[in-house]
């Protein structure tokens, strides 16, 4: 019997760390309308890198399922500061998965598309080879090999360039944010993603959780789009001038660290998400009718 064959008052709680950040908070939200019982810990209140703290939250509030949602997210920032990178992406989610497999407690956890190289011109399936250019890429592939080597069952969801309604840190914000501003916004023309709407990624990923999936698994919407064209697409959506959107190379930005070219994942797992345009259509939706404090919700570089 799982979780949810009990009833809605004896059921245990999912426990969801990094809960200030982007996908905490949605986790939250999704929970909360979904009418799953969360208890939901900010960085401040659980170390996931401190083995005690982590047996100690898990005896307190007894999951059935813990979401790692807590992350070291600043891509180029990681390249000179990677000890707290790799402590916070890789050291940590070890630390939980070997914690939840001592209590038989099951585990989500969060990687990236920045674990391939970029070298295929066809969009990675789960078993394609890890080759990551950067710091912030392989702390996430090392996460993805110990968190399975000490909880085999654990679920993986690897994911891409997301964006959601509830908060400002996300690329569509920000082209939006200009736009809207009359000012020019500039986005990279030669990298090609797959732009992922958060509350899919959110509900497809509880969905494999609550069917006791396990592995690794690509969670992104249908379609692969240079970031250029996804502010483009934006821009349309919202019917703003998109003469405004420049198209760059990405070595003018002058990252510190390096993008793979091409990085669009799909799944041969039998995951279908809707399409990126559907996926921005409800999120120009969401927005429009979300109050001024939920579209400013503050998320947290590292959750």
């Not at 002058?254 to 996926?279: H, K, Q, T």
Request: aromatic share 8%; net charge negative; proline share 6%.
């Amino acid at each position: 019997m799982n979780a949810f064959q009990l009833s809605a008052t004896a059921a245990p709680p999912l426990l969801i760390t990094g809960a200030q950040g982007t996908l905490g908070r949605a986790f939250q939200r999704i929970c909360d309308i979904r009418n799953l019982p969360t208890v939901c810990l900010s960085r401040h209140e659980l170390d996931i890198t401190d083995p005690v703290a982590v047996e100690l939250a898990l005896q307190r509030h007894q999951p059935w399922a813990v979401v790692n949602a807590a992350g070291y997210v600043r891509v180029d920032e990681a390249e000179k500061d990677a000890a707290l990178c790799y402590r916070v992406n890789a050291t940590g989610p070890k630390v939980l998965a070997r914690a939840c497999a001592h209590r038989g407690v099951q585990l989500l956890a969060f990687s990236s598309d920045l674990v391939f190289d970029g070298q295929q011109s066809v969009p990675y399936t789960e078993g394609d080879a890890k080759r990551p250019l950067n710091v912030y890429g392989h702390s996430k592939s090392l996460a993805e090999r110990d968190v399975l080597a000490a909880l085999p069952r654990a679920l993986v969801v690897r994911t891409s360039a997301f964006f959601g309604p509830w908060d400002e840190y996300n690329f569509v914000h920000y082209a939006l944010q200009a736009l809207r501003g009359g000012r020019v916004f500039e986005a990279a023309d030669d990298l090609q993603v797959s732009p992922t709407y958060v509350p899919d990624l959110v509900n497809t990923a509880l969905d494999l959780l609550i069917d006791e999936e396990s592995g690794i698994w690509h969670v992104a919407n249908h379609g692969t789009y240079t970031w250029a064209r996804l502010a483009q697409l934006a821009a349309e959506g919202a019917e703003l001038n998109t003469a405004l959107v420049r198209p760059r190379p990405a070595a003018a930005f002058g990252w510190a660290a390096p993008r793979p070219a091409f990085s669009a994942l799909s799944s041969n797992r039998g995951i279908v998400l809707p399409s990126v345009e559907d996926g921005l259509g409800r999120y120009l939706r969401d927005v429009s009718v979300a109050s001024p404090d939920e579209c400013t919700l503050k998320g947290e570089a590292v959750a």
